[in-house]
């Protein structure tokens, strides 16, 4: 199929926020369709993936796994969508493929950039954009997760926490408890998706409310916030516990300014506990062993798939800062073509 569109959009970094970002942060731009070369496919996107990392690159964070964002050029991240020009057979029109080039309409890729899935894998091709891999990344090599133990994971309802749950459940734990923003999402990480029980991080003193929900302490801490929560985990964890360090939302939220991290480390030496961070970048290998592990969940009814969609390339930036904020549940995508 020969595009016949004049031009297409996508969201490029306007500015380097110099706290949290605002709208004006981001631009929409209108520029002509791109034509493939030999080598090379273009992609009509269906969904991106809105991450709420990419804030850290956005601002230019130091210390961080990937390079920032220029100012001016287009933001980047996860989609899947249509090929709708080949320039390389092994690579058709028509075929769906999952790739790197999100927050544009159309994305023009060289051929062995991009990955061909089944389309008809999940009820809707989004369900590629699943951040399934980092939790069992994150509970499998980062926490060394044992049977029986009592996890506590915090963003319990996002993207990562909501998945971090269940697997570690499926894995053998013990007991897991999720921390939230709001009675509505306690409920639905209870009475959905498993969780023994929900501790609202509003709630002070938060390590008061999370020792209650823990009353044998903490084996595994799967961590996507850090601050208050992090220091408050470490003080219920058992001697030998082990930390996954996913995420930062704590100091994505307050603009980049840092959170104070763990706090006091005596804890950590005299409980030999274990803190590590990781990125699913160095597991790749992982991948084809957890998508085996999921479909069986899945085809077992063992797996709950949260997912909320906005629709609209432009309305994008404001899902990523919304989605930071703490305002969804689930996973969150752009939907840009149906």
């Not at 991240?77 to 075929?95: H, K, L, R």
């Not at 959170?259 to 950590?268: R, S």
């Not at 991948?287 to 390339?313: S, Y």
Request: hydrophobic share 40%; net charge negative; with cysteine.
């Amino acid at each position: 199929m020969t595009s016949t569109i004049a031009t297409t959009r996508s969201i490029h970094l306007a500015a380097r926020p110099g706290g949290f970002p605002e709208l004006t942060d981001f631009r929409t731009v209108d520029h002509p369709m791109p034509a493939p070369a030999a080598g090379q496919v273009l992609i009509r996107n269906l969904f991106m993936s809105i991450d709420p990392g990419s804030l850290m690159q956005i601002g230019a964070f130091p210390g961080i796994p990937l390079p920032p964002f220029e100012i001016g050029e287009t933001l980047s991240g996860d989609a899947i969508g249509e090929v709708i020009e080949s320039g390389d057979p092994a690579v058709p029109e028509g075929a769906v493929v999952l790739h790197r080039l999100g927050w544009r309409e159309h994305a023009l890729a060289d051929a062995g950039t991009v990955r061909v899935v089944d389309p008809d894998a999940y009820p809707s091709p989004s369900g590629y954009l699943g951040f399934g891999l980092v939790a069992y990344v994150g509970l499998t090599v980062a926490a060394e997760l044992r049977r029986g133990d009592t996890v506590f994971v915090s963003s319990a309802a996002g993207a990562t926490g909501s998945l971090a749950g269940q697997i570690a459940r499926l894995l053998g734990a013990g007991r897991v408890v999720g921390s939230v923003g709001s009675t509505r999402k306690a409920a639905h990480i209870i009475e959905e998706l498993g969780y023994d029980a929900a501790v609202d991080y509003h709630d002070d003193p938060f390590v008061d409310r999370l020792r209650a929900a823990t009353p044998d302490g903490v084996d595994v801490y799967f961590d996507n916030v850090g601050g208050a929560q992090l220091r408050a985990a470490i003080e219920v964890m058992n001697p030998g516990g082990r930390i996954a360090l996913c995420g930062a939302l704590a100091r994505q939220r307050a603009g980049g300014e840092p959170d104070g991290g763990p706090g006091d480390l005596l804890a950590v030496i005299g409980k030999r506990l274990t803190l590590r961070g990781f990125s699913t970048i160095d597991h790749f290998d992982l991948a084809p062993e957890f998508g085996r592990k999921l479909r069986e969940w899945t085809a077992a009814g063992n797996i709950v798939r949260t997912e909320t969609v906005v629709d609209g390339l432009e309305n994008a930036p404001r899902a990523l800062l919304d989605t930071v904020r703490g305002r969804y549940t689930g996973k969150v995508v752009v939907r840009l073509a149906r």
